[in-house]
C-alpha cells in the first residue's frame, strides 16, 4: 500500500478534479502490476495496474490489488473499475481509504463481494485520505479548497507604501510559491495586483509530465467590480487567455464589458457589504470543476477570503527583512478579526528556503 501510495503522488497537480489514486498488483508475494491515474479523462490506476501485469506476461487471476481509495462503481468519462477488476479475475481487494462521496461510500465493496472477491478497506486509511484532503473538501462542501498564499517581511509586510515588492523574498521561496500554483486549480488576485504589477500568473520553473497526459492549465481568476483591468495586462493577452476570468459586478461598465469578452471569460457576481460575495462565487466555481484556489492577490483580497472564513489552508513565506512604515501593505489588511475569532493553525510546518522560511498550516475548524 505504501508503494500505491507513492505512485498516486505522482500526477499531484494533474488529476483535477478527480482524485490522486495509486494501485499495485500482488500474485503470489510478487509485485506483477503499478498504476496511478494520471489525468481525468484517462484510465484509472486499477486498470493501469492490470494492464501493466499483462503487458509484462503476468496473469492477473488469483491476484490482490492493493488500492489507495475504493475503485470506482459507476460509468463517467471511464466505465466502472469494479468491472475491470472482477473481469481480470482478481481474487481480494485492499482498499485504503473509502470514497468520500456519501452516494458512492462502500458500493464497490458490495459489487466486489457480490462477485465473489474478498475485500478489505482501512490499511492505511490517514495518510490516503490525507493525500486527497482537497478532492475530499471539494466532495463533502461543494467549496473549492482555499489556500491563501503570501511574501512578507518578518513584519508582515509585502510591499512598501508606494507599492515596491520584487522581490521580497529568495529564488527558493518563489520556485516553492511555483509548486503551489501547480497544483491548484485556479489562482485569484484582485484588480489592484494587476494595476500594481501586471503579473503573467502562470506556472514556471515547475517539472511537469509528458504533455500527453498533462492535466489543465493553472485558471486565473481576477476579481474586479468596476472592470479595471487594463485590455494589455498580460493575462489578458498571453497563449492563455482563454483561462482568465475576470469577476464583475452588475455595476460594471457595459462598454468595458463588451471588450473585456473579446479576450477572456467574464463572470457576473453580486456584491455585499465589501467586496464580493465569495461563498456563491466559490460555489459556481466549484461546480465548474475548481477543486482548489490559490488566493495570493494582495492584503485586501487575502483578507476578504479570510473574513468569509473561507480559508483552508495558509502557506506564507517570510524574509529576513523589516519593512515598517504604517502605510506599507501587509499579507492580510482588511478590518481584521477579534482576537477570538482570529484565525487558529494546526498541523503546522516550517521549512527553511535558504535565507527565507515558509510557514504552511491548516485552518483549525471547531
Known sequence: MREALRLAKRA?????????????LVRRGRIIGRGWHRRAGLA???????????????????ATLYVTLEPCSTTGRTPPCTQAIVDAGIDRVVVAATDPNPSHAGRAFQKLR??????????????????????????????PWVTVKAAM?????????????KWITGPLARREGMKLRHVADAIVVGVNTILADDPSLTVRDVRRPKAEWRGPELRRIVLDPRARIPLDARALNDELASATTVVVSADAPAKRLAKLKTRCEVMTCRLAKRGFSLRPLLRRLAK??????????????????????????????????????????????????????????????????GPDLMLTARVARA
Open 288 to 353: 465548474q470543476g475548481v477543486t482548489s484556489l490559490l488566493v495570493e492577490g494582495g492584503g485586501e483580497t487575502n483578507a476578504a477570503f479570510v473574513e468569509a472564513g473561507l480559508v483552508d489552508q495558509v502557506a506564507f513565506f517570510y524574509a529576513p527583512k523589516i519593512l515598517g512604515g504604517r502605510d506599507a501593505r501587509t499579507g492580510v489588511a482588511g478590518e481584521g478579526l477579534p482576537l477570538a475569532a482570529g484565525l487558529a493553525l494546526e498541523k503546522i510546518r516550517w521549512r527553511n528556503l
Open 153 to 165: 517581511t518578518l513584519d508582515g509586510k509585502i510591499a512598501t507604501a508606494s507599492g515596491e515588492s
Open 12 to 24: 499531484k497537480g494533474e488529476t483535477s478534479p478527480n482524485p490522486l489514486v495509486g494501485a499495485v
Open 114 to 143: 457480490r462477485n465473489g472477491l474478498t475485500v478489505e478497506h482501512g490499511l492505511l486509511a490517514d495518510r490516503a485520505t490525507e493525500m486527497n484532503a482537497v478532492f475530499n473538501h471539494w466532495i463533502t462542501t461543494g467549496l
Open 44 to 62: 484509472h490506476a486499477e486498470v493501469n495496474a492490470i494492464e501493466d501485469a499483462v503487458k509484462n506476461g503476468h496473469s492477473t487471476r488469483g
